[in-house]
C-alpha cells in the first residue's frame, strides 16, 4: 500500500505543477553533434560493390585484401569481403614461403580450404603471387644450389675398379664394343675421372648400349647397396638389369623416393642413383647399365663414386665424434660470456636437413672466453696428423677456432675460420704434438651472434675409410635447377587453383635505383632470410618462363599480371616496367595486365598518379590497381586530415576512369582495408583504411562508393 500511495502522491504532485505551469512551454531542440550525424549517414550506404553498375562494368572486379586464416575461419572479415567486394587477394597464404616446406613439399590444404569458401560464397579469388622475390621460402631454394657433398660408404668397395683406373678395363665390357672411353678430369671432383659412353645413332632398345661390370662377391644372406653418379649430354634414360639374381630385370627406386619404376632420368647434372638388392641366386653378380633408350646421347659415369658394397661389411673407418651429425642429440659441452648452446630443430641442418649443434653469443669478447668442447674416449695419437671437417654457417659475420686440447689447455690448433652466413664447408689439418690431447675445442669469442656447426668429422691420416667429394654446381647447372623449381611450383599452383581466373604471374621486377633494371640480390643492401631472387640464375627471362609457364599450366582464359609498386611515385620506374613487358612478349610471352601498387599518401603528387594511368594505358593491356590504400602521415588524424584522405580514394577512381579507357579496367583492389593497429605488421598506426580499427567506415568509405558510382 505504501509503494500505491507514494504513486499517487507522486501523480498528484505532477498534476499541480502542469497546473501552474505556462501554457506555452519552453521546446529544446538538442542538435546531434556534426561528427555523430556525419557517421550516421555513412553508416546508411549500401555495400561498396553495390555501387558499381553491372551492367556496364560487368567485367570490373572490386577487391579487398584478407588473410587466408580470417577468410577461411569465416568471421568478420569473411563477411566484410563477401558483402562489399567481388574479388579478394589473400596477403601472404599464397605465396611460396607459405606453401613450399622445408623439404620442398607443397602444403596445399589451407589454399583448397580457402577455394571451397570462396566457391560457396561466390566471390572470385586474384592470385598473389606466382614470382617474387620476397616472402620465399629462400632457404629450401638455396638448398638445391648447395654443393654436391658426397660422402663415400665407409666400408670397402666390392668392385673391383682396377681396370676402370688403368684403362685396361679388365672384367668389364660394353656392347657395342669400344664403346668405353675414360675421360679424364670429367668426373665429380677435381682430378676425378669419368667413363664416357655414346649410343649409338640407330639406338632403339636398352641393350643397344651396355656396360657390364666385372663379378662381385658376395656374401649369403646378406644386402647390397649400388650408388653411382650419372650425366648426359642431353635427356636420357638408363636402367640397371643384373647376372645373378632370381629378377635380373627388377623395378627399382632409383631416385629415394619410395617409387619403383622401369627406368631412370638423366639430363646434364649430375644425379645419384642409390638402391639396394639382395635377391641373390649364386656367389657373385653383376650389372649392366644399359643405356641404348635413345639415339646419339653420351653419358657420364663418375668412377670415384662407382660403389657397390656389402651393408653388413666391417667398417674401414669411425668418425673420433660420435653423432656428428647431430641426430640423436649431443656430446658437447661448453661454457662462457653468458653463452648458450644446443641442437636445433629437425630440418635446420646442412641442406634444410636434420639438426645442427647451436652456441649463442651474445657479445664479442677474447676468442677463448666462448667455448664448446666434445671430450674423447680415449687421447689421440702423438706426432699422428688428423683431418677435421665440418659444415658452418652463422646469422652474423665472425670468426670461430677449432683445436685439440690438453688438460693444461696446451693445444694443435686448426687455424682461424671465418664464417658467414652461408653454409661452407671446412676441412683442415693438423698434427698431434703431445700425448694427452684429449677434446676437440671450438672458441666463438669473435663471432657475435649464432654459429651452426653440423657434420663434424675427426679422421686420423692412418685411419683409412670413405672418401669426401664436393662437387660445386655451375652457372648451368644451377639455372636448370632453379627452372626446374620454378616450373614445380607455377604448374602446382595453376593447377590446384583452377578457380583462379587472373594471377599475379611476376611481382616487383623492376629495380628503384636503376627503374630500368631488374632487381637482384647484389644491388639488395638489407637481404632477408625469405628473400630469393629468381632472376639471378634465370636472367632477364626468368618473367618469360614464369608467364609461359603460367600459360602452359592454366587454362586458356587466365588473365596474367604482372606487377610493382612506387609507379606514381617514379615515372621511369612505369616507363621501365613497360619495356619489361614488351621485353617478355617480343620472347614469345603473352602479358595480359599491368598491375600497379598504389600505397599512396594523402599529400601524394596528383599529376603523378594522372600520368601513371596514362602510361599503362599506351600499353593497351588491360590495367589493375592492385594494392590502394591512402596512408594519413599523422599520428591522430583530424576530421579535416579524414576528409584529405576521402578525398584521395576518390581521386584514383576519378583518374582510373578518365584516363584508363574502359576496355581497359580490370579493377581496383583495396589492400589496407581497415586502420592497422601500433604493433600491426602492415601500416602500423598510419589509418590507411576504408573502415577505422573497429570497422566503423570512414570518410573515405563514402566517396569511394560514390566515385565507384561514376565508373
Same mark, same amino acid.
Given at each position: ?7 499517487l ?16 512551454p519552453l ?53 566484410l ?5 567481388d ?12 606453401i ?37 621460402n629462400?632457404?629450401y ?23 676402370l683406373?688403368?684403362s ?20 665429380i ?20 648400349? +651396355?656396360?657390364?661390370?666385372?663379378q ?24 640397371i ?8 630385370l627388377p623395378?627399382?627406386d ?7 619404376t622401369?627406368?631412370f ?60 651429425d ?21 630440418g635446420?641442418?646442412f ?41 658452418v ?7 670461430? +677456432? ?26 683442415? !689439418?693438423?698434427t ?29 691420416a ?5 672418401s669426401?667429394?664436393?662437387?660445386? +654446381? ?31 604471374v611476376?611481382? !616487383? ?20 632470410s625469405?628473400?630469393?631472387?629468381w632472376?639471378?640464375y634465370?636472367?632477364k ?18 588473365l ?9 611515385y617514379n ?30 599518401s ?9 600520368e ?22 599523422v ?20 583518374a ?21 593497429? !601500433? ?13 577505422d ?5 570512414k ?13
Amino acid at each position: 500500500m505504501k509503494y500505491l500511495d507514494r504513486l499517487l502522491f507522486c501523480g498528484g504532485l505532477f498534476a499541480l505543477v502542469s497546473s501552474c505551469a505556462d501554457p506555452d512551454p519552453l521546446e529544446f531542440n538538442v542538435q546531434k553533434p556534426e561528427g555523430i550525424e556525419a557517421q550516421e549517414k555513412i553508416n546508411e550506404y549500401a555495400p561498396l560493390k553495390s555501387y558499381l553498375d553491372s551492367t556496364s562494368n560487368s567485367n570490373f572486379k572490386l577487391g579487398g585484401a584478407v588473410s587466408i586464416s580470417d577468410y577461411i575461419n569465416k568471421g568478420l572479415m569473411y563477411r566484410l569481403i563477401n558483402r562489399n567486394f567481388d574479388e579478394f587477394t589473400v596477403g601472404y597464404g599464397m605465396k611460396h614461403g607459405a606453401i613450399v616446406q622445408a623439404d620442398g613439399s607443397m602444403a596445399l590444404s589451407q589454399l583448397k580450404e580457402l577455394i571451397t569458401a570462396a566457391k560457396e560464397a561466390g566471390t572470385s579469388i586474384y592470385g598473389h603471387t606466382l614470382t617474387w622475390h620476397a616472402n620465399q621460402n629462400a632457404s629450401y631454394l638455396n638448398s638445391l644450389l648447395q654443393p654436391l657433398i658426397i660422402e663415400s660408404p665407409s666400408i670397402p668397395n666390392d668392385l673391383n675398379k682396377t681396370g676402370l683406373i688403368d684403362s685396361t678395363f679388365t672384367g668389364f665390357s660394353t656392347n657395342p664394343e669400344n664403346a668405353l672411353t675414360i675421360i679424364e678430369n670429367e668426373g665429380i671432383g677435381e682430378g676425378s675421372h669419368a667413363i664416357k659412353l655414346t649410343a649409338p645413332s640407330t639406338a632403339t632398345e636398352p641393350e643397344d648400349l +651396355r656396360f657390364s661390370t666385372s663379378q662381385i662377391p658376395i656374401v649369403e644372406g646378406h644386402e647390397y647397396e649400388v650408388i653411382f653418379y650419372i650425366k648426359s649430354d642431353k635427356q636420357g634414360e638408363g636402367r640397371i638389369s643384373f647376372e645373378g639374381l632370381n629378377e635380373n630385370l627388377p623395378l627399382i627406386d632409383y631416385t629415394g623416393e619410395g617409387t619403383s619404376t622401369e627406368t631412370f632420368q638423366t639430363d646434364f647434372s649430375w644425379k645419384e642413383v642409390r638402391f639396394r638388392v639382395s635377391d641373390f641366386v649364386g656367389e657373385s653378380f653383376s650389372l649392366n647399365f644399359d643405356l641404348g633408350y635413345q639415339p646419339g646421347v653420351t653419358y657420364y659415369i663418375d668412377i670415384n663414386n662407382l660403389y657397390i658394397y656389402d651393408t653388413q661389411g666391417d667398417p674401414i673407418v669411425s668418425n673420433l665424434v660420435e653423432n656428428g651429425d647431430f641426430e640423436t642429440g649431443t656430446g658437447w659441452g661448453g661454457w662462457g660470456n653468458g653463452s648458450s648452446r644446443g641442437v636445433t630443430e629437425d630440418g635446420l641442418g646442412f641442406g634444410n636437413e636434420g639438426s645442427a649443434f647451436f652456441v649463442t653469443n651474445p657479445t664479442l669478447a677474447d676468442y677463448y672466453l666462448v667455448q664448446s668442447v666434445y671430450e674423447f674416449s680415449e687421447n689421440l695419437d702423438n706426432a699422428e696428423t688428423y683431418t677435421l671437417s665440418f659444415w658452418v654457417k652463422g646469422d652474423a659475420e665472425g670468426i670461430i +677456432r677449432p683445436e685439440l686440447q690438453s688438460p693444461d689447455y696446451s693445444a694443435d690448433s686448426f687455424g682461424q675460420i671465418t664464417v658467414n652466413q652461408d653454409w661452407k664447408r671446412v676441412e683442415l !689439418e693438423t698434427t698431434v704434438t703431445a700425448d694427452d690431447r684429449g677434446r676437440l675445442l671450438f672458441s666463438y669469442g669473435e663471432f657475435a651472434g649464432t654459429v651452426y656447426i653440423d657434420n663434424v668429422s675427426l679422421v686420423s691420416a692412418s685411419g683409412g675409410g670413405g672418401s669426401t667429394t664436393i662437387l660445386n +654446381r655451375e652457372p648451368a647447372v644451377k639455372q636448370a635447377i632453379i627452372e626446374e623449381e620454378l616450373e614445380r611450383w607455377i604448374s602446382t599452383m595453376v593447377t590446384t587453383a583452377s578457380y583462379i581466373d587472373a594471377w599475379d604471374v611476376v611481382n !616487383e621486377p623492376m629495380d628503384d635505383g636503376n627503374p630500368y633494371e631488374l632487381k637482384s640480390r647484389e644491388n639488395d643492401s638489407d637481404i632477408t632470410s625469405d628473400e630469393f631472387y629468381w632472376q639471378d640464375y634465370l636472367g632477364k627471362d626468368y618473367a618469360v618462363k614464369a608467364f609461359k609457364l603460367a600459360r602452359q599450366y592454366g587454362k586458356p582464359e587466365d588473365l596474367l599480371f604482372i606487377n610493382d609498386y612506387n609507379l606514381e611515385y617514379n615515372l621511369d620506374k612505369t616507363k621501365g616496367l613497360i619495356e619489361y613487358v614488351e621485353y617478355i612478349e617480343s620472347n614469345g610471352a603473352t602479358v595480359d595486365g599491368i598491375g600497379t601498387q598504389m600505397h599512396i599518401s594523402i599529400d601524394s603528387e596528383r599529376s603523378n598518379i594522372a600520368e601513371m594511368f596514362q602510361l599503362l594505358a599506351e600499353t593497351g593491356k588491360l590495367i589493375k590497381v592492385s594494392e590502394l590504400d591512402v596512408k594519413t602521415n599523422v599520428s591522430e588524424p583530424t576530421a579535416d586530415v579524414l576528409q584529405q584522405q576521402a578525398e584521395m580514394y576518390r581521386y584514383v577512381v576519378e583518374a582510373y576512369k578518365e584516363h584508363v579507357p574502359h576496355s581497359q579496367r580490370y579493377g581496383i583492389t583495396i589492400w589496407g582495408i581497415s586502420d592497422s593497429g !601500433e604493433d600491426a605488421s602492415w601500416l602500423p598506426g598510419e589509418f590507411q583504411g576504408l573502415w577505422d580499427e573497429n570497422f566503423n567506415r570512414k570518410p573515405a568509405y563514402k566517396s569511394f562508393a560514390e566515385a565507384l558510382e561514376e565508373l
